[in-house]
C-alpha cells in the first residue's frame, strides 16, 4: 500500500477473489484522503461483480465507473467510455478489477495504449485452494496467459489463500508458502496477503504485508 | 469451487466423458471448465451447434452405452425438450443440468426458479417424467452431480440437475470423493455393435401400433411408480414443533433457513421443509413429518409452482400460502419473515 501508483489493476484466475480485493484496496485508498475510482471491468462473468455493490460502495464516497442502467445486468463486452478518463486522470487513483482468467484480462489489451509505463501496478491475485492454481506450475500457466492476453507484464502477485468461511491460519500459511514459491521462481514481489479480518490479527507473518479484508459481496442469506 | 465447476468435476469423477452443449448464462463455465478437463480424462467435449443438436447427440453418445452430459439454462432447455421425450421414451440414461434464469421468453440472467412446472410436469410431449434434483450448496452439486448420474443409470431414466445462477457462480469449499467412486453397470441394451453381446439391439421410441405403445407405457408406469416410491428425497429443519412450515429448495431454501432462525427468536414456531428431489416430490415426508403444522408458506423465486405439489401432499390439512420473487429477483429474509409474521400473528396459526 506504500507509494501506490495512479492506477492498479487486479487480474487472476477465476473465483481467485480479485473483486473483494480490488473493492479493499479501492476503499482503504480512499481512506488515506485519495481521489478513487472503481472500474468495473469484468465483462466475463454476470454475477458477483463490483456493479452488484455499486449503490453501497457510492454510499461510502467511492466513485465506481461500471456499465449503467438496463447494461449493468446483461452478458454483454459493454465498456463505459468514462474508463478512459479515470485512465487519463493523473491526479486521481483508479483500480481496474478485470474478469477472470485469459479470457477476462483480453479487456485490457483495448487499453494498452492509454496505460503508461511506469504509472501502474498490474497485480495478479492468486488463491491456491481453487482448481487450476493449486501449485506453482498451475499458478505460472495462468499468470502466463493472463499476460498474453492482456499484452502486459505482471508487477507483483497478491497472496489470497482461502476456503471461504472455513479458512483458519493453518490454510493461509500453507496456501501462502506456495504463492511465495511461485513468486520467487518468477523473481516477482509478493504484495500483500489477503486475509479475512477476523483472522489477520492472530497470522505471524512478516515477508508480506498483511492486508485485512471485509468482505463486500455478499450472499442473500448471509447476514451484513 | 463454483457450483459450475462442481458439476463439472463431479461428472468427470462419475466416469462422465462426454459433453455436448452450447454456451448459455449462467452455465457458461461449465462448458469452460469441461472443455479444459474432460480431455485431460481421454473424453470428448462438443459444442454443438445449437440445444436441438446438443440433445441429440446426447440421445447418440447414450445410446451407444456412454455416461454423458448435457447442460443449459431455460431458454436452451426448452429447445431441448423434444429431444428429452425421445430419450425419456426410448429408456436412455443421462444427465441435463439446467441453471435457470429469469422467463419466460429470453427474460434476463438473473436467478429465477420459474423452471419447476417444466422440469417436474414434462416439458417435452407424451407421458414421462424426469427425476429432477435440487441441490442448494456446491458440495451437494458436487455429490448430486455422481448421485444423477447413478439414478439414471439404475432406472434408464433421463436425471436433471436444477438450480440457479447464484448455485452456479457461488464458491464454497468442496470436499472431492475419491475419484473411481462410481462403478458404470453394464449396459446390455446398448447399440455398440454386435461384439459383446448376442442379437440386435435396437434404441427406438416410435410404436405405430397403439396396443405395443401402451404396453411401453405401461412399462414406464410402473418404473415411475418405483421411483415415486424409492427415491423421494427431502431435508426437515426444527419439524418437531413447527407450527408454521415454510417449504422451499435450492437458493430459496438457503435463504428460508435464515428466515426461520429470525423466526425463532421472535418466539415463532417455525420450521423448514427443503425437497431435494422435485420429482419425484417427497410428498410422504411432507405428509409424515408436520403434524404440529397449522399453516405452510412455500418460498419460490417464481409465481406459485411447487405450491401445487405441496398442496397435493398436504392434501387439506392445513392451508398452504405461498411468497415469491419473479424475473430474477431474489426473495429478503425480512421480508420473508414479515409474512411469516402476518400468517403467525393474524391468526391463520392459532
Same mark, same amino acid.
Given at each position: 500500500?506504500?507509494?501506490?501508483?495512479?492506477?492498479?489493476?487486479?487480474?487472476?484466475?477465476?473465483?481467485?477473489?480479485?473483486?473483494?480485493?480490488?473493492? $479493499?484496496?479501492?476503499?482503504?485508498?480512499?481512506?488515506?484522503?485519495?481521489? @478513487?475510482?472503481?472500474?468495473?471491468?469484468?465483462?466475463?462473468?454476470?454475477?458477483?461483480?463490483?456493479?452488484?455493490?455499486?449503490?453501497?460502495?457510492?454510499?461510502?464516497?467511492?466513485?465506481?465507473?461500471?456499465?449503467?442502467?438496463?447494461?449493468?445486468?446483461?452478458?454483454?463486452?459493454?465498456?463505459?467510455?468514462?474508463?478512459?478518463?479515470?485512465? #487519463?486522470?493523473?491526479?486521481?487513483?483508479?483500480?481496474? #478489477?478485470?474478469?477472470?482468467? #485469459?479470457?477476462?484480462?483480453? @479487456?485490457?489489451?483495448?487499453?494498452?495504449?492509454?496505460?503508461?509505463?511506469?504509472?501502474?501496478?498490474?497485480?495478479? @491475485?492468486?488463491?491456491?485452494?481453487?482448481?487450476?492454481?493449486?501449485?506453482?506450475?498451475?499458478?505460472?500457466?495462468?499468470?502466463?496467459?493472463?499476460?498474453?492476453?492482456?499484452?502486459?507484464?505482471?508487477?507483483?502477485?497478491?497472496? $489470497?489463500? $482461502?476456503?471461504?468461511?472455513?479458512? $483458519?491460519?493453518?490454510?493461509?500459511?500453507?496456501?501462502?508458502?506456495?504463492?511465495?514459491?511461485?513468486?520467487?521462481?518468477?523473481?516477482?514481489?509478493?504484495?500483500?496477503?489477503?486475509?479475512?479480518?477476523?483472522?489477520?490479527?492472530?497470522?505471524?507473518?512478516?515477508?508480506?504485508?498483511?492486508?485485512?479484508?471485509?468482505?463486500?459481496?455478499?450472499?442473500?442469506?448471509?447476514?451484513? | 469451487?463454483?457450483?459450475?465447476?462442481?458439476?463439472?468435476?463431479?461428472?468427470?469423477?462419475?466416469?462422465?466423458?462426454?459433453?455436448?452443449?452450447?454456451?448459455?448464462?449462467?452455465?457458461?463455465?461449465? +462448458?469452460?471448465?469441461?472443455?479444459?478437463?474432460?480431455?485431460?480424462?481421454?473424453?470428448?467435449?462438443?459444442?454443438?451447434?445449437?440445444?436441438?443438436?446438443?440433445?441429440?447427440?446426447?440421445?447418440?453418445?447414450?445410446?451407444?452405452?456412454?455416461?454423458?452430459? +448435457?447442460?443449459?439454462?431455460?431458454?436452451?432447455?426448452?429447445?431441448?425438450?423434444?429431444?428429452?421425450?425421445? /430419450?425419456?421414451?426410448?429408456?436412455?440414461?443421462?444427465?441435463?443440468?439446467?441453471?435457470?434464469?429469469?422467463?419466460?421468453?429470453?427474460?434476463?440472467?438473473?436467478?429465477?426458479?420459474?423452471?419447476?412446472?417444466?422440469? +417436474?410436469?414434462? !416439458?417435452?410431449? !407424451?407421458?414421462?417424467?424426469? /427425476?429432477?434434483?435440487?441441490?442448494?450448496?456446491?458440495?451437494?452439486?458436487?455429490?448430486?452431480?455422481?448421485?444423477?448420474?447413478?439414478?439414471?443409470?439404475?432406472?434408464?431414466?433421463?436425471?436433471?440437475?436444477?438450480?440457479?445462477?447464484?448455485?452456479?457462480?457461488?464458491?464454497?469449499?468442496?470436499?472431492?470423493?475419491?475419484?473411481?467412486?462410481?462403478?458404470?453397470?453394464?449396459?446390455?441394451?446398448?447399440?455398440?455393435?454386435?461384439?459383446?453381446?448376442?442379437?440386435?439391439?435396437?434404441?427406438?421410441?416410435?410404436?405405430?401400433?397403439?396396443?405395443?405403445?401402451?404396453?411401453?407405457?405401461?412399462?414406464?408406469?410402473?418404473?415411475? +411408480?418405483? /421411483?415415486?416410491?424409492?427415491?423421494?428425497?427431502?431435508?426437515?429443519?426444527?419439524?418437531?414443533?413447527?407450527?408454521?412450515?415454510?417449504?422451499?429448495?435450492?437458493?430459496?431454501?438457503?435463504?428460508?433457513?435464515?428466515?426461520?432462525?429470525?423466526?425463532?427468536?421472535?418466539?415463532?414456531?417455525?420450521?423448514?421443509?427443503?425437497?431435494?428431489?422435485?420429482?419425484?416430490?417427497?410428498?410422504?415426508?411432507?405428509?409424515?413429518?408436520?403434524?404440529?403444522?397449522?399453516?405452510?408458506?412455500?418460498?419460490?423465486?417464481?409465481? !406459485?409452482?411447487?405450491?401445487?405439489?405441496?398442496?397435493?401432499?398436504?392434501?387439506?390439512?392445513?392451508?398452504?400460502?405461498?411468497?415469491?420473487?419473479?424475473?430474477?429477483?431474489?426473495?429478503?429474509?425480512?421480508? /420473508?419473515?414479515?409474512?411469516?409474521?402476518?400468517?403467525?400473528?393474524?391468526?391463520?396459526?392459532?
Amino acid at each position: 500500500m506504500e507509494d501506490p501508483k495512479h492506477i492498479s489493476i487486479f487480474t487472476g484466475a477465476f473465483g481467485s477473489g480479485k473483486t473483494e480485493l480490488a473493492l $479493499n484496496y479501492a476503499l482503504k485508498l480512499q481512506e488515506t484522503g485519495k481521489k @478513487v475510482t472503481a472500474v468495473d471491468l469484468d465483462i466475463i462473468n454476470p454475477y458477483f461483480r463490483i456493479r452488484s455493490v455499486r449503490e453501497a460502495l457510492e454510499v461510502r464516497g467511492l466513485n465506481v465507473v461500471s456499465p449503467c442502467g438496463r447494461l449493468a445486468g446483461a452478458d454483454v463486452p459493454a465498456l463505459p467510455p468514462a474508463i478512459l478518463g479515470v485512465l #487519463d486522470d493523473s491526479r486521481g487513483y483508479g483500480v481496474l #478489477d478485470v474478469g477472470g482468467d #485469459d479470457i477476462g484480462a483480453t @479487456v485490457l489489451g483495448r487499453f494498452k495504449g492509454n496505460l503508461r509505463d511506469g504509472s501502474f501496478n498490474l497485480y495478479f @491475485v492468486v488463491n491456491t485452494y481453487r482448481t487450476h492454481t493449486r501449485d506453482v506450475p498451475g499458478i505460472l500457466s495462468i499468470m502466463r496467459r493472463i499476460e498474453k492476453a492482456s499484452r502486459l507484464q505482471v508487477s507483483a502477485l497478491i497472496s $489470497n489463500p $482461502n476456503l471461504g468461511p472455513e479458512t $483458519n491460519l493453518e490454510t493461509i500459511l500453507g496456501g501462502h508458502r506456495i504463492v511465495m514459491d511461485a513468486a520467487q521462481q518468477l523473481g516477482l514481489p509478493v504484495a500483500l496477503l489477503g486475509v479475512h479480518r477476523k483472522l489477520a490479527g492472530r497470522l505471524k507473518i512478516r515477508d508480506v504485508p498483511i492486508f485485512p479484508l471485509d468482505l463486500l459481496l455478499k450472499l442473500p442469506w448471509q447476514d451484513d | 469451487m463454483k457450483g459450475n465447476e462442481a458439476i463439472g468435476e463431479g461428472a468427470v469423477r462419475a466416469g462422465c466423458r462426454y459433453f455436448f452443449g452450447y454456451p448459455i448464462t449462467p452455465q457458461s463455465e461449465l +462448458t469452460h471448465y469441461l472443455a479444459r478437463r474432460l480431455p485431460e480424462v481421454g473424453g470428448l467435449y462438443l459444442q454443438a451447434e445449437s440445444e436441438v443438436a446438443s440433445i441429440n447427440m446426447v440421445y447418440g453418445a447414450a445410446g451407444a452405452g456412454a455416461r454423458v452430459m +448435457t447442460s443449459s439454462s431455460g431458454p436452451g432447455i426448452s429447445l431441448m425438450q423434444e429431444g428429452l421425450s425421445v /430419450i425419456a421414451g426410448a429408456e436412455l440414461p443421462c444427465v441435463i443440468v439446467n441453471m435457470m434464469r429469469g422467463g419466460p421468453g429470453l427474460g434476463n440472467i438473473a436467478p429465477s426458479q420459474a423452471d419447476y412446472f417444466q422440469a +417436474t410436469k414434462g !416439458g417435452g410431449h !407424451g407421458d414421462y417424467h424426469l /427425476i429432477v434434483l435440487a441441490p442448494n450448496s456446491v458440495q451437494e452439486i458436487f455429490d448430486m452431480t455422481g448421485k444423477a448420474f447413478d439414478l439414471a443409470d439404475c432406472y434408464r431414466n433421463p436425471v436433471m440437475v436444477m438450480a440457479d445462477g447464484i448455485m452456479a457462480q457461488m464458491m464454497e469449499p468442496v470436499e472431492l470423493k475419491d475419484e473411481d467412486r462410481f462403478e458404470i453397470p453394464p449396459r446390455p441394451w446398448a447399440a455398440s455393435g454386435m461384439l459383446d453381446h448376442p442379437g440386435k439391439n435396437l434404441i427406438n421410441s416410435c410404436y405405430v401400433v397403439p396396443e405395443e405403445m401402451e404396453e411401453v407405457n405401461i412399462k414406464l408406469k410402473e418404473k415411475y +411408480t418405483k /421411483i415415486i416410491r424409492e427415491e423421494q428425497e427431502c431435508e426437515g429443519y426444527l419439524l418437531e414443533d413447527a407450527e408454521i412450515v415454510l417449504v422451499a429448495f435450492g437458493t430459496a431454501s438457503r435463504i428460508c433457513r435464515a428466515v426461520v432462525e429470525k423466526a425463532r427468536l421472535l418466539g415463532i414456531p417455525a420450521g423448514l421443509i427443503r425437497p431435494i428431489t422435485l420429482w419425484p416430490f417427497p410428498a410422504d415426508f411432507v405428509a409424515g413429518n408436520t403434524g404440529n403444522a397449522k399453516c405452510f408458506l412455500t418460498v419460490e423465486m417464481n409465481m !406459485g409452482q411447487m405450491v401445487e405439489d405441496v398442496k397435493l401432499a398436504v392434501n387439506g390439512k392445513a392451508p398452504v400460502f405461498h411468497y415469491g420473487r419473479m424475473g430474477g429477483m431474489v426473495p429478503v429474509a425480512k421480508d /420473508i419473515l414479515q409474512e411469516v409474521q402476518k400468517l403467525y400473528n393474524g391468526g391463520v396459526v392459532k
